[in-house]
């Protein structure tokens, strides 16, 4: 029997990560685009070392328990890690691994893209030329919202947040808005200012939510956030689809509350094609895109690989979830 350690990885992952972990160790694969059904993750993780997975993934006691004694390192390929019970790897010494910055200029750039098409409605322009809507220029068809002199509010002035801003300010905007667990050293470097997130709400043309997801923060966007929320408002979402409360945000969008919205993320995911949201004309949805270039998700791969090989070699991972 081989005495190298044993991987499950949960999905056909870029290449590149799986041969760095082949180097040392021995695979197994879900080899599938689609996520592993729950019962097969569960057979597959007993007796493993290691465990590469995905966010659709959920790591939680019963898993942990499943994976046995063995189980020295879970790592997502993902930034975002609210799938993983933290708490629960650590007592049990399992160090978890994620893969921050080599997505962070694609998520970036997503999110500036869907900030643009849903302010200057994109979606309702492509579909009038499609559909034979589109009669003569008209003064006042498809307006929308320039970035031009306006004021961005973005919540998570994180990696993502602060490169969001960085982005947005050659497009001149007036002023950038943040609120966040505490007020943050990137916060100079992009020139915004830490307001409460009232404030933010209540003065922002864009309300960008940029944040981890968790427990304390879970469904932000309510009935009452919307409400503060000024009437031009667009409202961007590249976090996650917990952050969001789906129903207010219909009413919020369909009574004319807010201008718009733009959603990378959802809830559920996929959303069901019969979804409310997917009726409107000023809210563009997206399945889950923002760190989809080659280039970050190859590197998200070979980031998990290897926060995956420092652990099972006993040393800390290159990027690894503190407590
Ligand atoms: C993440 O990494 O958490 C994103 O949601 C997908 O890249």
């Known amino acids: 029997m081989s005495s190298r350690p044993l991987v499950y990885v949960t999905r056909r992952v870029p290449q590149s990560g799986v041969d760095i972990l082949r180097k040392t160790c021995d695979i197994s ?13 569960l ?3 007993e007796g493993k070392d290691a465990l590469f997975c995905l966010l659709t993934d959920k790591i939680d006691k019963e898993l942990l328990d499943r994976a046995g004694s063995k189980l020295r390192a879970v790592a997502t390929m993902s930034v975002g890690y609210d799938h993983i019970d933290v708490v629960e790897c650590s007592r049990r010494n399992i160090s978890v691994g994620f893969t921050p910055d080599v997505l962070t200029s694609a998520t970036a750039e997503l ?11 994109l979606k309702e322009g492509i579909s009038a ?3 034979g ?4 220029w008209k003064p006042l068809w498809l307006c929308g919202q320039g970035l031009d002199g306006a004021t961005v509010g973005i919540v998570g002035l994180g990696r993502i947040g602060t490169a969001v801003a960085k982005r947005l300010q050659p497009f001149g905007v007036d002023k950038i808005l943040y609120n966040d667990a505490i007020e943050t050293k990137n916060a100079r470097e992009v020139g915004a200012h830490f307001v409460s997130l009232d404030e933010l709400l209540k003065n922002s043309d864009f309300v960008l939510c940029c944040c981890a997801l968790t ?22 979402n590249t976090s996650r689809g917990g952050m969001v409360n789906q129903d207010a945000l219909f009413k919020a969008l369909s009574t004319g509350q807010i201008a718009g919205a733009g959603l990378d993320v959802t ?17 563009i ?8 270039t080659y280039k970050s998700r190859y590197a998200m791969s070979e980031l998990t690989a290897r926060n995956i090989s420092a652990a099972l070699q006993g040393q800390e991972m290159p990027c690894q979830v503190k407590l």
Do not use: Y
């Not at 999110?111 to 409605?121: E, G, I, K, N, Y």
């Not at 809507?133 to 003569?136: A, F, Q």
């Not at 019969?274 to 004309?281: A, S, V």
């Not at 949805?285 to 989809?292: E, R, V």
């Open 285 to 292: 949805i997206l399945p889950h895109i923002a760190s989809a």
């Open 215 to 236: 427990d304390e923060n879970k469904g932000l966007f309510n009935e009452a956030a919307f409400s503060k929320m000024k009437k031009n408002a667009i409202f961007i």
């Open 267 to 283: 809830t559920p995911e996929p959303l069901p094609t019969n979804h409310p949201l997917l009726t409107l004309d000023n809210c």
């Open 29 to 41: 694969q879900w080899n599938s685009d689609d996520p592993v059904p729950r019962d097969e993750l």
């Open 133 to 136: 809507s589109w009669g003569t």
């Open 43 to 45: 057979r597959n993780v």
């Open 111 to 121: 999110t500036v893209s869907l900030l643009l098409a849903t302010a200057r409605r």
């Open 129 to 131: 030329v499609k559909n």
